[in-house]
């Protein structure tokens, strides 16, 4: 009887004991390409390039912005990138990840994001500043995409 509970309690702390994704040179590299991918993701929102941003999701990417329903897949974030730009010249934009985690085939990536954007029919500069997650796949190339990303602002958006 002794051993079981024994082992019951080694079982219970084993299972509260979190899961520790030990560093390599292997997952260097991939946080590199992903960092690389990321400086890319700001390059095309930059140049308000809705094509530039799309090429970096995934083929089944999920985005889900604030605000909104979710878009599904590479039409999906192409229909809403271009939405946007027709909506917004961006001006500025910049993220800072504060932690990027690699697992295998998978990875997450979280941090803050400060944009500037102009109504693309005139009007004041606004200014945007928030937090986001993506989580990001493997392709069967090496290269890393996103495949579901979500954002959202630090304050309210201003009302209309």
């Given at each position: 009887?002794?051993s ?9 702390i084993?299972s509260c004991t979190p899961?520790?994704?030990w560093e390599t040179a ?9 960092n690389?991918?990321s ?7 930059k140049?308000?390039d809705?094509?530039?941003l799309v ?9 889900m912005p604030p605000?909104e329903?979710?878009?599904k897949g590479?039409?999906g974030?192409q229909?809403w990138m ?5 909506q917004?010249t961006?001006?500025d934009?910049?993220i800072s990840?504060q932690?990027?985690?690699?697992s ?6 979280r941090?803050?994001?400060?944009m500037?954007?102009?109504p ?8 945007d500043?928030g ?5 990001w ?6 290269s890393w995409?996103i ?5 959202n602002?630090d ?6």
């Open positions: 009887m002794r079981h509970l024994t082992l019951l309690f080694l079982l219970f084993a899961v520790v994704v292997e997952t260097e590299a991939d946080v590199g390409k992903i690389k991918a400086e890319e993701f700001v390059a095309a929102a140049a308000n809705a094509e530039g090429s970096l999701y995934a083929a089944d990417a999920v985005l605000n329903p979710l878009s590479s039409e974030a229909t271009r939405s946007f730009f027709d917004f961006m001006e934009f910049n990840a932690k990027v985690v690699v295998g085939d998978w990875a997450f990536r941090g803050t994001f400060a500037t954007v102009s693309a029919g005139g009007g004041e500069q606004m200014q500043v937090k986001f997650i993506d989580i796949q493997r392709q069967s190339d090496g995409k495949h579901c990303n979500i954002w602002r304050h309210p958006p201003p009302s209309q």
